[in-house]
């Protein structure tokens, strides 16, 4: 789920994957969706003054919320990094979490879809149509890797960033991926 985890009701039925990943990545994930659909002149230091801004509902606070489970639903916690890196092994976590029973033609398939050449190549299936206008979502699908937010952020939102990912998500994380 990418919706926050306070938005679910306590007695909720099913299971929750929870896809985790770096926060500066996200950082500049989001300000490129952005900036491409929504505010053209979108400076990256001003977007990244309001992300590192404490709040109530920020990648800090949505990251803790869903690693405290303060409801206890049955989550799967999967790292983005973990699926660019060895997607196969995580979809087999997901089918054991799932307790699905499928044969390796429909998992091939799931691996051939869940391709970043596949999902660039199919972007305009993916994100939320507004209905006043169409949007052509060319670069929803940006680049699907690891490290860009240490690449985008100065020294000094690096720090920022870090104190209070210490803070508030890093000792709950440790927690869920200690294995």
């Known amino acids: ?15 929750f994957i929870f896809a985790y990943r770096d926060g500066m990545d996200v950082a500049v994930s989001h300000y490129h969706q952005n900036k491409n659909y929504n505010k053209a002149d979108l400076e990256f230091e001003k977007y990244v003054k309001q992300f590192l801004k404490p709040q109530k509902k920020n990648w800090f606070n949505h990251s803790k919320e869903w690693f405290k489970n303060k409801n ?3 989550i799967l916690y999967i790292r983005y990094e973990n699926l660019i890196n060895n997607k196969r092994a995580e979809i087999d976590r997901i089918i054991k979490f799932c307790e699905l029973d499928i044969n390796e033609t429909a998992i091939e398939r799931a691996m051939e879809f869940s391709s970043f050449e596949f999902m660039k190549a199919h972007e305009e299936k993916f994100g939320v149509q507004p209905k006043e206008k169409v949007v052509v979502y ?15 952020f100065s020294k000094e939102q690096q720090a920022q960033f870090l104190k209070q990912y210490a803070e508030v998500v890093q000792p709950l994380e440790k927690e869920i991926f200690k294995h």
């Not at 990418?2 to 299971?15: L, P, T």
């Not at 060319?138 to 985008?152: L, M």
Request: net charge positive.
């Open 1 to 15: 789920s990418h919706d926050y985890y306070n938005d679910f009701e306590k007695n909720k039925k099913g299971r």
């Open 72 to 74: 206890k639903f049955p």
């Open 138 to 152: 060319d670069q929803f699908i940006r680049k699907g890797k690891e490290g860009e937010g240490k690449k985008a």
